[in-house]
């Protein structure tokens, strides 16, 4: 059993990680935007998905493998970095449009499939080594040694994994608040264009460091 001290502390540890923009983030803000509050779930779950996937790797000792492996870190970094730039360049040609919109009332787009947007936010959380290393090198630091370690672990990803789910409802919530601009094309497409920008940044500060 961790000692809510010592999760107290992963918490606050682990909020600036949180509140850096990131790919989860900008997930969010493009698919609310453009098709709605339902669209969020999904991305709250797939986020929360890959946290507990990178815990059950740490408790594993694989994620050590990987981050012991110059390789195998290069090798997962560059998939997670290819996979992000090729996904904010998909949202950027989504946000062009191909032709002038007929005259007439504007449509909201119909919503993505939920598993298309879970299955999104998954592997940017999952293909990203910096997510991996928080289990690896901060979790670490907030485990007692003569404890099981598995279910400390599964207490401090679950600790991470409400309050990633609550910074992101409350952003939820923010873009919501915006429901006037969100309703007009141009906003829409500018909101996608700066997300794919985020998410090919990412890919490529990823792909350097």
């Given at each position: 059993?961790?000692?809510?001290?010592?999760?107290?502390?992963?918490?606050?540890a682990?909020?600036?990680?949180?509140?850096?923009?990131?790919?989860?983030?900008?997930?969010?803000?493009?698919?609310?935007?453009?098709?709605?509050?339902?669209?969020?779930?999904?991305?709250?779950?797939?986020?929360?998905?890959?946290?507990?996937i990178?815990?059950?790797?740490?408790?594993?000792?694989?994620?050590a493998?990987?981050?012991h492996?110059?390789?195998?870190?290069?090798?997962?970094?560059?998939?997670g970095?290819?996979?992000?730039?090729?996904?904010?360049?998909?949202t950027?040609?989504?946000?062009?449009?191909?032709?002038?919109?007929?005259?007439?009332?504007?449509?909201?787009?119909?919503?993505?499939?939920?598993?298309?947007?879970?299955?999104?936010?998954?592997?940017?959380?999952?293909?990203?080594?910096?997510?991996?290393?928080?289990y690896?090198?901060?979790?670490?630091?907030?485990?007692?040694?003569?404890?099981?370690?598995?279910?400390?672990?599964?207490?401090?990803?679950?600790?991470?994994?409400?309050?990633?789910?609550l910074?992101?409802?409350?952003?939820?919530?923010?873009?919501?608040?915006?429901?006037?601009?969100?309703?007009?094309?141009?906003?829409?497409?500018?909101?996608?264009?700066?997300t794919?920008?985020?998410?090919?940044?990412?890919?490529?500060?990823?792909?350097?460091?």
């Amino acid at each position: 059993m961790v000692h809510p001290y010592a999760v107290a502390g992963f918490l606050v540890a682990v909020l600036p990680l949180i509140a850096t923009p990131g790919a989860s983030l900008a997930l969010l803000i493009q698919h609310v935007t453009d098709s709605g509050r339902g669209q969020a779930p999904p991305v709250i779950l797939g986020t929360v998905t890959g946290l507990y996937i990178h815990a059950a790797l740490a408790a594993a000792g694989l994620s050590a493998l990987v981050m012991h492996s110059s390789v195998a870190f290069t090798a997962v970094k560059l998939i997670g970095a290819v996979y992000l730039i090729g996904l904010g360049l998909w949202t950027w040609r989504s946000a062009t449009p191909n032709a002038a919109p007929a005259p007439g009332p504007v449509r909201r787009r119909p919503p993505k499939g939920s598993d298309s947007v879970f299955t999104q936010a998954l592997l940017a959380n999952v293909l990203n080594p910096k997510a991996a290393a928080i289990y690896l090198t901060l979790v670490p630091q907030f485990i007692a040694p003569r404890q099981p370690f598995g279910t400390q672990i599964l207490t401090l990803a679950t600790a991470h994994a409400l309050l990633i789910a609550l910074w992101l409802t409350v952003w939820t919530f923010l873009i919501l608040r915006a429901s006037h601009a969100l309703r007009r094309p141009r906003f829409k497409r500018t909101a996608a264009k700066v997300t794919s920008a985020v998410l090919i940044a990412l890919g490529i500060r990823g792909a350097v460091t």
